[in-house]
């Protein structure tokens, strides 16, 4: 399977660029891997925290309007959340 890649050059400030020196010393990566493994990850978690957003989202909006207090509302998103957290993780093609 041949892979295609993008070079891209991206300013960072200087306390970054040692914090992945660093690391990718400690990881034993190359700068390029780390970058490359860390952006697909903060991808994939923002991709599935969105889902779970829209779903929870969708969810109360078909629920009945009612008047709640204020930690009713907390516990009512946390639960939609969690709900929406427990199910199947999304498949993102080509990033894992």
Known sequence: MSSTT???????????????NALAVSTHQNRSELV????????IDATEE???????YKTA????????KGHEVRRE??????????TKKSELVNLR
């Open 61 to 68: 909006r078909k629920m009945p309007l009612v008047e709640l």
């Open 77 to 86: 998103v946390a639960a939609q959340a969690k709900k929406a957290k427990h």
């Open 50 to 56: 969105r889902e779970r957003f829209v779903k929870a």
């Open 6 to 20: 993008t070079i891209m050059s991206v300013s960072l400030p200087t306390a970054l660029t040692k914090a992945i």
């Open 36 to 43: 490359r493994s860390a952006l697909r990850e903060y991808i």
